[in-house]
C-alpha cells in the first residue's frame, strides 16, 4: 500500500461530515492547499503515530450512517460535558474508523 496524501478535497470531506480534526498518519504526504484550506476553516490536522492505527483510504469517506453518528456522539459528549474537550472529533473519528 503506498503513502496516504490528504489533499484539499479529502479535508474538504471531512469539513463536510461534521468533523473539526482528523489524525494524519505519519509519513503522510499533506498538500498545501490542503494546509491551508485546513486553516482557513479551523480544521485541525492532528499529525500524530496514533494516527497508525485502521488508516483509512484517502478518497473514500466512511458511510453516511458514521457521519451521522459522529454528530450524535458529539452532541451526547457535549451534552454530559457541558463542553467539547480538546480532540473531541478526532477522538470520534479514530473510533468510527476502528468499526
Known amino acids: 500500500m503506498g503513502r496516504v496524501v490528504i489533499t484539499k ?17 505519519a509519513g503522510a504526504i499533506v498538500t498545501d492547499s490542503a494546509k491551508e484550506f485546513a486553516r482557513d476553516k479551523g480544521f485541525s490536522l492532528v499529525f500524530s503515530d496514533a ?3 485502521a488508516p483509512r483510504p484517502v ?20 451534552a454530559q460535558l457541558g463542553h467539547a474537550p480538546e ?6 473519528a479514530k473510533v468510527l474508523a476502528s468499526l
Open 59 to 78: 478518497g473514500v469517506a466512511p458511510a453516511a450512517s458514521n457521519s451521522d453518528l459522529a454528530r450524535r456522539v458529539r452532541s451526547a459528549v457535549i
Open 9 to 25: 478535497e479529502t479535508v474538504q470531506g471531512f469539513v463536510a461530515q461534521g468533523l473539526g480534526s482528523h489524525q494524519v498518519p
Open 51 to 53: 494516527a497508525l492505527a
Open 87 to 92: 480532540g473531541l472529533d478526532a477522538v470520534i
